[in-house]
C-alpha cells in the first residue's frame, strides 16, 4: 500500500507541473471518465495527459494510470474554475501566457503536420539504401589477450605459452585486465573499438596464433591471442531504423525552417555574443 501511495504522488507532482501537449484524436467512443460541476471530462483528454508525461509514464498502460490521471483532471478543473470565478479569465497576466501557449501549440502542430511525410516508409528505405552505400561493413577479429604492469612479465608470459600453457587459463591466472576472469576474451570487436597499437597488432595476426612481442598500450603490455576473423555485416534495416527516422526527420525540420527564414522579413535586435578569448598555452 505504501508503494502505491508514493507512486500516486509522484506520478501527481510530474503531472500537475507537465506542460500541455499535441492532443491525438478523439477516439470513435469517447466516454466521460468523470463531470465536475457539470463539465464532462473526456477520456480522450485524459488520455492527452498521459502523452504529456515523462517516458517512463508515458510507456505505462492507461489503465494502470487512468485513476490518478482523471483525479488530476479533476482538480484541474476544479481549479480552472475556481480561478475563472476570480475573475482570471480577463487577468493581463493570463491571456500573455495564453497567448505565448497558442503560438507554442500552433508552432508545434504545424511543424508536426509537416514532417509527417518525411520518415515515411519509402523515405526511410531510400535512406537505408544511402546508409548501406557510406557505411561498408569493417572485418572483426575475435581475440584474447593478457594484461600485464610491465614488460618482463609480459615476455614471461609469451615464454610460457611457448612451453605449451593455456592462453585462458594464464589469463584467468596472470591478467590485471577486467577480463581475466573470462579467459581474456574479448570477442569480436572492429579496428576502431580498441586503442591503435593493440588493434594494429591483432588484425595482422593470423586466427590461432598469439603476439610473439608484447603490446604496449596506455593500459598496460599486452599479449595476445587471435581466436578467429570474420567478414564485416552491415545492421538490418530495424536496427538502424530509429536513428535513420531521426536523421530524416531533423532534416525536414531544418530545411522547413531555412526556407521559413528565406521567405520572411526578419529584424534581429539581440546583439551577437561576442567570442571568448582564446585560453593561453604554455610552451
Known sequence: MLRKTLFAASLASVIFASPVMAQDAAPTEDPVLATVNGEDILESEVRATQAG???????LPFEMLKPTLVDREINQRLLMMAGRDAGLADDEEVKARVDALERRVIAETFLDRQIATSSSEDAVKAQYEEF????EPEP???ARHILLENEDDAKAIITELDDGADFAELAKEKSTGPSGPNGGDLGFFGAGDMVAPFAEAAFAM???TYSK???????????????EKKEGTQPTLEEVRPQLVAELTRKAIDDLV???RDDADIV???PVPEEAPAAETKE
Do not use: D, S
Not at 508525461?53 to 510507456?59: A, D, G, I, K
Not at 548501406?132 to 557505411?135: A, F, Y
Not at 612481442?213 to 581466436?227: A, L
Open 53 to 59: 508525461l515523462p517516458q517512463q509514464y508515458r510507456q
Open 140 to 142: 572483426q577479429v575475435h
Open 213 to 227: 612481442e608484447p603490446v604496449q598500450t596506455q593500459f598496460g603490455w599486452h599479449v595476445i591471442k587471435v581466436e
Open 132 to 135: 548501406l552505400k557510406t557505411n
Open 258 to 260: 531555412e526556407k521559413l
Open 206 to 208: 593470423e586466427p590461432g
Open 268 to 270: 534581429n535586435n539581440a
